[in-house]
């Protein structure tokens, strides 16, 4: 089902656009219920379709998304760079009935019992597993706080997010969003993580615009061409937006970039700073279970601090920090719960320091890595018997025991795995030393262990992606 809170400025607005095509608020339907058609044909309606892009994403792999929608169903997407483990985690996790590839439905099931798990659901999103539970764990997303508040099943509040969640944060930061102007956003190339469909979602709730970038786009040719007002995705995919722009370009029109997650480094802003003028550069803080809730605002001028600090919360619900400083949430019918989101409390300004888990780790540039995936990447190399993916000073590890050759392990991750999720050091070492300290509670210990270490208990060591890489 689809849901607006405000229509588009006009029918001739465009809705979706990339360096080579385009359509209007005004055609959109039509394409979506030509889609349609195609998925109830093979019987496809309360179900989750699972669309994966080519090494180029067009506006079909995002309207499939939306077509779904309007079926009454739900959708989760991926692109074909990813790994085949990942591929096939993501498409496990999301109980897809069929994937969609270059507008080609190919049927997974033949049991087409409705696969969404309430009829108010419309996105399938992905957060991060461990080598104990699934790869990925799949939450549902919704329109709005009200969509969310009647998505109960068993008598229990679904774990998920809204659209209208962050978008509130947008119009507090951009009021005019709300009047006679609509958000243009900017997405970063490639359909892997879930920011651009969310995004997708966000602008068909308000009425506005996207242009998403593709790998090889000449970047500056294409902000000049699209004339975006706003720039939303993770850091280190604005970081590569601007990092691609010369240093003088001094363009002015992009006014809000929205980062999101508070290890956002400094080099991002100061890139903006310099090659960019700008209104706001803010910082949002969500979870794919938690929801949007707090943002730190960076305007012209201001100490870095700014962007750093969280003080700005909207909330459907309640958070508090513990002792410890662990944010904890609730909202519906659920108890309090924890992603293990840590933060400094100064003065009810929060700044973020890490998660007390060890199921996600962070790199240089704000690159997120899913733990569990990694280590189930090393799993599959013949002889690796156990295995701990971590980081110090953004600096990952990949720590495993056995007796499989860690030439084998080195070229697995150069064949299976994106760049991004690649360890830079991997360290063969025996089982004595993998369990002589409180890594077994916590990984995050294990390369202190490890690099204040020697022979025999180190068995080898190789650096497969140079430390300054993001």
């Given amino acids: 089902m689809l849901k607006q809170t405000q229509k588009p400025l006009s029918d001739d607005q465009i809705f979706l656009s990339s360096s080579t095509e385009q359509i209007t608020w005004g055609e959109l339907h039509a394409n979506l219920d030509a889609k ?59 109980k897809a009935v069929c994937t969609i590839q270059s507008n080609k439905i190919t049927m997974l099931t033949e049991d087409l019992t409705p696969s969404i798990l309430h009829p108010l659901e419309v996105y399938r999103g992905m957060t991060s597993g461990t080598t104990v539970k699934e790869f990925f764990e799949m939450y549902p997303f919704f329109w709005d706080y009200e969509d969310h508040e009647e998505a109960i099943v068993d008598g229990e509040t679904l774990l998920g997010c809204t659209a209208q969640a962050s978008t509130n944060h947008l119009f507090e930061i951009a009021p005019e969003f709300k009047k006679d102007k609509r958000p243009n956003i900017l997405c970063t190339a490639g359909f892997t993580a879930t920011y651009n469909p969310y995004n997708l979602l966000r602008i068909y709730l308000i009425g506005g615009s996207i242009h998403f970038l593709n790998y090889g786009d000449n970047i500056p040719e294409q902000i000049q061409k699209a004339n975006p007002n706003c720039c939303i995705s993770y850091p280190n995919a604005i970081k590569k937006i601007v990092d691609e722009c010369p240093d003088d370009f001094n363009w002015s029109g992009i006014d809000y970039w929205e980062c999101s997650g508070g290890h956002t480094p400094e080099v991002v802003i100061r890139g903006i700073e310099k090659k960019f003028k700008f209104k706001c550069i803010y910082n949002m803080m969500a979870s794919t279970e938690a929801d949007c809730h707090s943002r730190a605002e960076f305007r012209p001028g201001d100490p870095i601090e700014n962007f750093y600090g969280f003080k700005h919360r909207i909330y459907n619900g309640d958070l508090k920090l513990d002792e410890q400083g662990v944010l904890w949430y609730k909202y519906g019918t659920r108890d309090w719960q924890t992603d293990g989101d840590k933060f400094d409390d100064k ?102 262990i490890v690099l204040n270490s020697h022979p025999p208990h180190i068995i080898s060591k190789v650096n497969i992606k140079d430390h300054s890489r993001v």
């Avoid at 506006?59 to 077509?67: G, H, N, Q, R, V």
Wanted: aromatic share 10%.
């Fill in 347 to 448: 003065d009810g300004v929060w700044f973020y320091k890490g998660r007390v888990f060890d199921d996600v780790i962070f790199m240089k540039g704000g690159v997120k890595v899913y733990t569990g995936l990694v280590e189930a990447l090393a799993l599959e190399v013949p002889g690796v018997e156990n295995v701990a993916s971590c980081s110090k000073d953004e600096i990952h590890y990949v720590i495993y025991t056995g007796k499989a050759f860690i030439g084998d392990v080195a070229k697995h991750y150069m064949d299976e795995a994106q760049e991004s999720k690649r360890p830079h050091d991997i360290y063969h070492i025996s089982e004595h030393l993998y369990f002589s300290g409180p890594n077994k509670l916590s990984k995050s210990k294990l390369p202190d």
């Fill in 36 to 94: 349609i058609e195609k998925l109830k044909e093979h019987g496809i309606g309360p179900h989750v379709v699972f669309v994966v892009a080519e090494d180029q994403v067009t506006i079909d792999d995002y309207l499939w998304i939306l077509a779904s929608i309007k079926n009454g169903g739900s959708a989760t997407q991926a692109d074909a760079r990813q790994s085949r483990m990942e591929l096939e985690g993501l498409i496990a996790g999301s």
